[in-house]
């Protein structure tokens, strides 16, 4: 099987910054797109940004201009630098992949949230 594991959650001030990071390892042949969803208490889940093995990004409109989305595929790594953190940021953070496995199958694997709280 596939695993994502996320790091870099945490409490941060409004204004701040912080760096998520996600690593796929197992049953992988290649990865396809790569992204951040998150999930405020009493919301649903939302995309945050996502990014192709080709490096093609795309964001919410609420972080356009404050996150980035990137990825290493010799490491099969995204990352996520959030800055200008606002409260409404506060969320759990989750890493998705869509990942071709060595079963030659297409299948979407999530990672297992990591919480992000901005607070003063």
């Known amino acids: 099987q596939v695993q994502l594991v996320e790091s870099g959650g945490g409490l941060v001030q409004p204004g701040g910054s912080l760096r998520l990071s996600c690593a796929a390892s197992?049953?992988?042949?290649?990865?396809?797109?790569m992204g951040w969803y998150r999930q405020a208490p009493g919301k649903e889940r939302e995309l945050v940004a996502t990014?192709?093995?080709?490096?093609?990004?795309n964001y919410a409109d609420s972080v356009k201009n404050r996150f980035t989305i990137s990825r290493d595929n010799a490491k099969d790594t995204v990352y996520l630098q959030m800055n200008s953190l606002k409260p409404e940021d506060t969320a759990v953070y989750y890493c998705?992949?869509?990942?071709?496995?060595?079963?030659?199958?297409?299948?979407?694997?999530w990672g297992q949230g990591t919480q992000v709280t901005v607070s003063s």
């Open positions: 998705n992949a869509v990942v071709l496995t060595t079963r030659m199958s297409w299948s979407d694997f």
């Open positions: 197992g049953s992988i042949f290649s990865i396809g797109a």
């Open positions: 990014v192709t093995n080709g490096g093609s990004t």
